[in-house]
């Protein structure tokens, strides 16, 4: 078999499931037409090993299936795609696919689930590639994010955006890597192949996701990249925190989110009586969660070491009350690193610009940067390519706003870092446009040269307008 390009599968595997669908919207669509893949790879898999099994034992049933026992690609009898698509005509093929009524009545489901087999069962995975497989599956996930629209926000984060957040954490060899609100686990991979591109496998994934049927997407995404070992919970983060260890929260040396913006109803009546003490600064508003995630976050970074990026809305930055108080304590323990305000339009969820907080426990006391006592502001509303339906981030935009990061200096109109002197004169409001002047100066207009040139169009404009009132007698219209 020739070996299919990464292009050309994606193309494949999109047509298979988009032509499917029918009338059911791509957030509830996604969810079966990406477990069809999964099922579809991991049978493929799993028929090659038996194959390669086979010729190897000369034929031994018995020491075949012993050996396939321990493989990752190992299915129970009777359980493969083969068999399933072997009963696509049975009036019960939607039970035994075990789908819900939320796909329609029988009949219709029951028509979607046999397109479907019909799509899959031409594709042959067996010979495709671990990092081919797993980059379609994320290519998918970003497709059906881009038709759920405002939904896309409780499973995905725009790659462009979470790739650069990734980049901001700085994970490194040897890290535990976290993401409390992991979705479907693109950043929290992507974060891992950052320590990839240092050339070491050498780290650990977390993560915890509430909604059961993304978190169903993100175990399949680990596993499809090869990430058997990542450590994926479901449950509600800031109610029922999985990721413990020796009765406390387990500690990081990065965390990465893009939690929900403005939780509602996210558990403010029960924080006071958390075990974990992980509202200690304060208890946010109950409508508002930002903070909830990013209190959670600081307390699961490991103590003088532990570094995190978080996408949060701008109103994290400015607004008071127990919001504010938070922000002033956070300030005063000089763990807030930097401040990144993106531009507007990039995520499907709100057509609003967002900011990414940085923190950064080793400027903690007893830290190796406790003496950094500055906050760096990147002001990069501007760093887009504009779209019709939504606006992207490029690579260009994105390297110029992590090399300003790195290198932590002034850049007019797009960086600033501030002191803490300044900061405090501003009430630790950390609103980005306090702190980078983005106001350009509009140009001089020359009255002199404007009057000379309205001069010159006078005598033009009245041999125009004698032209028109010869036309015009012409054809009789006074």
Excluded: C
């Amino acid at each position: 078999m020739t070996q299919i390009t990464q292009d050309e599968l994606n193309k494949v595997l999109w047509s298979a499931a988009d032509s499917s669908r029918m009338s059911v919207g791509a957030d509830v669509y996604k969810d079966y037409a990406l477990t069809m893949l999964f099922f579809k790879y991991l049978s493929d898999k799993s028929k090659a090993e038996y194959e390669k099994l086979h010729e190897r034992f000369a034929g031994d049933e018995a020491r075949v299936d012993a050996k396939m026992k321990t493989s990752r690609f190992y299915l129970p009898p009777k359980s493969s795609f083969d068999d399933v698509f072997a009963q696509k005509e049975n009036d019960n093929i939607g039970e035994i696919i075990n789908t819900e009524s939320i796909l329609g009545k029988p009949q219709q489901r029951n028509k979607m689930m046999r397109h479907l087999l019909d799509d899959f069962n031409k594709i042959d995975l067996r010979d495709v590639t671990e990092d081919i497989i797993g980059n379609s599956y994320m290519y998918m996930i970003e497709k059906f994010g881009a038709d759920a629209g405002k939904k896309a926000g409780e499973f995905f984060t725009v790659r462009s955006v979470a790739e650069l957040v990734a980049r901001l954490a700085r994970p490194k060899p040897g890290d535990r890597i976290a993401d409390p609100a992991v979705g479907s686990g693109g950043l929290l991979l992507l974060a891992g192949e950052q320590v990839k591109k240092q050339g070491s496998s050498n780290f650990a994934l977390y993560g915890q996701e509430a909604t059961g049927s993304t978190y169903q997407l993100a175990r399949m995404n680990m596993f499809l990249h090869g990430m058997d070992t990542a450590h994926i919970e479901w449950g509600d983060t800031l109610n029922n925190p999985l990721l413990v260890e020796n009765d406390g929260l387990m500690k990081f040396d990065v965390t990465v989110a893009n939690p929900p913006f403005s939780l509602k109803k996210w558990g403010a009546e029960s924080a006071d009586a958390d075990p974990y003490k992980r509202f200690w600064r304060g208890i946010p508003p109950k409508d508002k969660g930002d903070y909830a995630f990013i209190s959670h976050m600081i307390e699961t970074l490991k103590p003088q070491t532990g570094r995190m990026a978080v996408i949060v809305p701008h109103g994290v930055l400015f607004r008071g009350g127990a919001e504010g108080k938070i922000r002033q304590q956070l300030i005063e323990e000089n763990i807030i690193d930097a401040v990144i305000g993106l531009a507007p339009g990039l995520f499907q969820t709100t057509g609003i610009p967002v900011a990414v907080l940085v923190i950064d426990r080793s400027r903690e006391k007893g830290g190796a940067r406790e003496n950094d006592k500055d906050i760096l502001f990147i002001e990069a509303s501007k760093q887009y390519k504009s779209g019709k339906a939504q606006n992207s981030l490029t690579q260009e935009n994105a390297d110029k706003i992590f090399d300003t990061f790195t290198a932590r200096m002034d850049v007019e109109k797009f960086a600033h870092l501030a002191s803490p002197e300044e900061i405090k004169e501003n009430d630790y409001n950390l609103n980005i446009t306090r702190y980078v002047d983005t106001f350009e100066e509009e140009e001089e207009v020359d009255i002199a040269a404007t009057i000379k040139a309205i001069d010159e169009l006078n005598p033009q404009l009245e041999k125009l307008e004698a032209q028109m009132k010869h036309y015009l007698k012409e054809l009789g219209i006074k």
